[in-house]
């Protein structure tokens, strides 16, 4: 069984930085790729950034310039650095993997239980 743990999340005022971290376990064939995903209060989940296993990433529009997605597939870990955070991203933050468990399946979405974090001041 895949399991994502997520840390990091809290309160922070406008302006400052929060770091997330998240680590997969359980029987993995391979991993291609991780990301962090954040669902608002009436507001369908949306892609905050991903990292393919190669190395490629991907930014929202609202966040690029100011967080920063790093991973080490090989430990299967990733982090979210965001800096200079705004209220608008007061959220709760999911960390997303594409797993293959079998070289025989492809790959499924795995999530994690989400992180709480709000921007305020």
């Known amino acids: 069984q895949v399991q994502l743990v997520e840390s990091g999340g809290g309160l922070v005022q406008p302006s400052g930085s929060l770091r997330l971290s998240c680590a997969v376990s359980g029987s993995i064939f391979s991993i291609n790729a991780m990301g962090w995903y954040r669902q608002a209060p009436g507001k369908e989940r949306e892609l905050v950034a991903t990292?393919?296993?190669?190395?490629?990433?991907d930014y929202a529009d609202s966040v690029k310039g100011r967080f920063t997605i790093s991973a080490n597939i090989a430990q299967k870990t990733v982090q979210l650095q965001m800096n200079s955070l705004k209220a608008e991203d007061t959220a709760v933050y999911y960390c997303?993997?594409?797993?293959?468990?079998?070289?025989?399946?492809?790959?499924?979405?795995?999530w994690g239980q989400g992180t709480q974090v709000t921007v305020s001041s």
């Open positions: 990292v393919a296993s190669g190395g490629n990433t």
């Open positions: 997303n993997a594409a797993v293959k468990i079998s070289y025989r399946r492809g790959a499924s979405d795995y």
